[in-house]
């Protein structure tokens, strides 16, 4: 094979071919290449949004919870021994309790809704360095640590503010008041302090006393139903667990938010699929496309081929010189297609992301997405633009030149 | 002798066999002008293709400068088709994206000569086949007359032993088939270049050296 020959005349097909074929050329290889990339990102960005939503208002970095028959975790000053840890920038405590919440809107027995929700106690203070509850807030306000008789509700419960259960919800508004029956038998009136929206379903049904409320309710003290940690940095999740054990959290359940993720899990090998499918259909599109065009340049070429093969050319050298330009349009598109992903599509969706019911979605674009769809784009080009080329070199020159 | 050809046979093996070339031999001299002609389905394009290494014999010799053709490997024959033959087509089949300059150096780029070289000889090649003020054209700003004859020059640029020629002048119009063939005449007797050419033209005997008639795939005659 003559390569020096074959970059010749490549470099000559493309400069004085057609440039409307190379302009449609590169434009489609470049669609393939964004299409790769972006399916890829936006699958993995809906997967994120779940987890920093997770992260964000529910779970933390890593959720503590009572040992094995135990329903309280019993370490007096739990926030402070676990605040001191390396690797930790804040812990939340919560009592936990399963309540049934009443709203009798005439105070007169009849017209009652009521449900079945989780009710939390937080230290309004130290929540919000761990959640980001007091963001949320969409009614009325956020709690204060002295509040008592107060109560905010996710709008799953209070209905309204786009609520995804509102045939379930109580219909409550700022400022009305709520039967809450504990577990423990105990009976409070609240006044709805405020209402809050994430984009977490789970939260959206959770309701929020301060602590002191809650610990008057079930006559403990210094206790917790679970603690959420949060580290400095998502990487050191791990070494901050061991952490957490070695300061004498023995017994306890530790877990990692993405231990507790069952359903993104899930959803996130569907969606793996689902790229992997749509990506190999992209991907054998642009096969397809550049077999067509190097296909059609072969045929038009065909006496050429057979001339030049006559000459003395060799089969490799022809075949190199139709590959190179198979190449050169997967590159281009690879190039362009970078380009289009990096400095316009990125950009917008940073600055626009989607409002899924997930969360707010942004492409993920990841190191391993671009190398994957380069690796996919130029082997494309290369089988696309390799077959029918090696079935014109090998024609014989007869054939070629008299068909 | 410069090619011997010795009990060639070729058949294109078929429902039923078709014997296109039945047991041919001649000699060519070097530096000799030689017209296959004969009537259509003779098989005088079937004998240029056998002596060009184009195609292969059925059975037979073809000794070309010494060389055995059939002893020769596909990579031997590529090799010596580029080193040692040339080729003028019917149809000139000029690379579209490629300038005549481009398209006559093409052999001696793929022969590993230095670019400087082959510019240079290209050049030099053009200018004897009257195309030296039309170097960088592209086939579609040459007529068709000129186009072959830059097909003429890029067979010729690599100072081949034998030049193949098969009905050069079946596409051209009378004025621009005298030049070709006024043109082969000439390089045949400046540089005493063998040329081997396959034509229909009775015209074109006067130019010739000598003429082998074919019939049925036999010598009828060799005058």
Do not use: C
């Not at chain 1, 057609?18 to 434009?27: D, P, V, Y």
């Not at chain 2, 010596?80 to 052999?107: C, N």
């Amino acid at each position: 094979m003559n390569l020096k020959t074959s970059l010749f005349l490549a470099f000559h097909s493309i400069k004085r071919g057609n440039k409307g074929t190379l302009f449609m050329t590169i434009l489609i290889m470049t669609l393939a290449y964004v299409n790769l990339v972006f399916v890829s990102s936006i699958f993995g960005g809906i997967v994120q949004a779940i987890n920093n939503e997770a992260i964000n208002n529910q779970y933390s970095n890593i959720v503590i919870t009572p040992a094995v028959n135990n329903i309280y975790i019993k370490k007096n000053h739990a926030e402070q021994r676990l605040s001191s840890l390396p690797g930790v920038q804040a812990v939340a405590t919560h009592y936990v309790n399963q309540a049934i919440i009443k709203y009798d809107k005439n105070r007169d027995g009849n017209d009652i809704q009521k449900g079945r929700w989780t009710i939390k106690s937080i230290n309004p203070k130290q929540e919000e360095k761990v959640t980001d509850i007091y963001k949320s807030m969409v009614a009325g306000s956020y709690l204060k640590a002295t509040d008592r008789n107060q109560i905010i509700l996710g709008r799953d419960i209070s209905g309204a503010y786009g609520s995804d259960l509102e045939y379930l919800s109580l219909g409550v508004k700022v400022g009305d008041q709520v039967d809450v029956y504990f577990s423990n038998g105990v009976k409070r009136t609240y006044t709805v302090k405020g209402i809050f929206k994430t984009k977490n379903t789970q939260v959206n049904q959770s309701a929020f006393i301060t602590k002191g409320e809650m610990e008057s309710v079930l006559r403990v003290y210094n206790r917790s139903s679970e603690i959420l940690v949060k580290t400095k940095n998502i990487s050191s999740e791990g070494m901050v667990i061991r952490e957490i054990r070695r300061s004498g959290f023995k017994t306890e359940d530790i877990k990692k938010w993405s231990a507790l993720m069952g359903f993104t899990s899930g959803a996130s090998k569907s969606f793996d699929m689902i790229s992997i499918i749509l990506g190999a259909i992209g991907t054998i599109v642009a096969g397809i496309t550049i077999f067509i065009i190097i296909f059609v340049s072969v045929v038009n070429k065909r006496k050429q081929i057979g001339i030049l093969k006559a000459i003395g050319m060799r089969e490799g050298t022809i075949v190199a010189y139709f590959v190179i330009q198979a190449l050169f349009y997967g590159l281009v598109g690879v190039l362009l297609g970078i380009s289009l992903i990096l400095f316009v599509v990125r950009p917008l969706f940073i600055s626009n992301p989607l409002d899924f019911p997930v969360g707010w979605v942004s492409l993920k674009i990841t190191f391993n997405i671009i190398k994957i769809s380069n690796i996919s784009l130029l082997s494309a080009a290369l089988i696309g633009g390799f077959f029918p080329a090696y079935k014109g070199a090998k024609r014989s020159i007869l054939n070629s030149i008299w068909g | 002798m410069i090619i011997e050809v010795k009990n060639l046979k070729k058949t294109y093996e078929a429902l039923v066999p078709v014997k296109v070339l039945k047991n041919i031999n001649f000699e060519v001299k070097k530096g000799e002008f030689l017209a296959l002609m004969g009537r259509s389905g003779s098989g005088k394009s079937t004998l240029l293709h056998q002596l060009g290494l184009l195609d292969t014999p059925s059975s037979g010799k073809i000794i070309i400068d010494g060389i055995d053709l059939m002893s020769l490997s596909e990579k031997q024959k590529s090799q010596f088709r580029l080193k040692k033959l040339g080729y003028v087509f019917q149809s000139y089949a000029l690379l579209p994206e490629l300038t005549a300059l481009e398209s006559v150096f093409l052999p001696l780029m793929l022969d590993n000569i230095p670019k400087k070289e082959y510019l240079k000889k290209a050049a030099k090649m053009l200018k004897k086949v009257g195309l030296g003020k039309k170097l960088n054209h592209l086939p579609q700003e040459l007529s068709g007359g000129e186009q072959q004859r830059v097909a003429i020059a890029r067979a010729l640029v690599n100072d081949p032993l034998i030049l193949f020629a098969d009905e050069p002048t079946a596409n051209l119009d009378s004025e621009a088939s005298l030049t070709v063939i006024k043109l082969f005449r000439e390089l045949n007797k400046e540089i005493g270049q063998t040329i081997i050419m396959v034509t229909h033209e009775p015209d074109d005997e006067q130019y010739v050296d000598r003429v082998i008639w074919l019939k049925d795939g036999i010598i009828k005659k060799d005058y």
